[in-house]
Structures are given as C-alpha cells and as structure tokens.
Nanobody, 122 residues
Framework: QLQLVESGGGLVQPGGSLKLSCVVS????????IGWFRQAPEKEPEAVLC????????NYAGSVKGRFTISRDDARNTVYLEMHSLKIEDTAVYYC???????????????WGPGTLVTVSS
C-alpha cells in the first residue's frame, strides 16, 4: 500500500533553517502530486505548498512566501520542503499528503504521513 513518511523536523532557533523530507513507498512517486501541510498547536490544519506530478508549484500560505521551497526527486521517491528564516509562528507538526489526481486539489489528498514536529524557539 501507499505510505508516506516525513523526516527532518526538530528544534531550531528563529532565523534558522530546516529541510524536511517526505519519502513515498508502495507506488512510484511520479503517480502523485504531493502537498505539505502543517498544524500548529490549537490551530486548524493549514495547507502550505504543493507540487504537481508535472512539477508545478502551488503556494497556499502567504506567510511562507519567499522562505519555503518545495521540490521533488521522483528517482528517490522523495519530496522536500526547504525552510529558511524560520519564525516562532512556523512551529507546527508538518505533514505530507498524496493526491493521485496529480493536481493539488484538497479533496484528492488521500494518504497522509504521520507528521514531523518543527519547533522554532530561542
């Protein structure tokens, strides 16, 4: 079955950087668009960035514009989220999710990873 597993989270100081990975197994990554989502404590889940099968990027969160970058490496079955200039308000559990339609439409995200915690704190 399709599985997604995030990694790379941890504790980082404000202004620092982290690179998250989402490894897809069970089916080739090139069958899916992959979105990154996050949920901060006591907040609703928030869509951040998504990358389509063809490599087009959709930015859902204006708060990360210019700071976060999504990319995919289908040969490694991995999608990345590079995060720079991190802010305290970026603290959240970060999830990746797969869209078999390949177009980053929210109703189509069917399989989710367990999440990785990013804590931005001084």
């Amino acid at each position: 079955q399709l599985q997604l597993v995030e990694s790379g989270g941890g504790l980082v100081q404000p202004g620092g950087s982290l690179k998250l990975s989402c490894v897809v197994s069970g089916f080739p990554l090139d069958n899916y668009a992959i979105g990154w989502f996050r949920q901060a404590p006591e907040k609703e889940p928030e869509a951040v960035l998504c990358i389509t099968i063809s490599g087009s990027v959709i930015n859902y969160a204006g708060s990360v514009k210019g700071r976060f970058t999504i990319s995919r490496d289908d040969a490694r079955n991995t999608v990345y989220l590079e995060m720079h200039s991190l802010k305290i308000e970026d603290t959240a559990v970060y999830y990746c999710a797969s869209d078999p339609e390949g177009l980053c439409q929210s109703p189509d995200f069917e399989v989710w990873g367990p999440g990785t915690l990013v804590t931005v704190s001084s």
